[in-house]
């Protein structure tokens, strides 16, 4: 009787123990809610850091309102951005679980490649 006696006493202590802990971690904001976030930037801009190159190509099309600079300035600026947007996924995903920058902020703006500046 004594062993289900200390079952139970475990039991009912880690439910409260969950009670109290769980609505720190669904909080808006939360620690784990940036980690999450800065994981999944990570992962986005490493798998859609080569669309750069197109869209830069465009803007600067677009831009100059001249198709050769898109075609040569957009592509070199596309390259470069490409390598950047890249190379910053990869530091967010090798980075989510510290707090770097500051607060899990972006080290790139626009945090996506389809947001606008």
Known sequence: MKRTTKVTTVAVLILCIAAVALPAFA?????????????????????????ELPKNIYDTSVET???????????????????VRTGAGVYDTATFLFPVPQDYQPILEPEFVFEEK
């Not at 909080?27 to 669309?51: C, D, F, H, P």
């Open 27 to 51: 909080q808006e904001g939360s620690v784990v809610e940036r980690m999450g976030k800065k994981l999944g930037r990570g992962i986005v801009n490493i798998a859609t850091g080569w669309i």
């Open 65 to 83: 309102n001249n198709p050769l600079m898109g075609i040569t300035y957009g592509t070199l600026k596309g390259l470069g951005m490409t390598v």
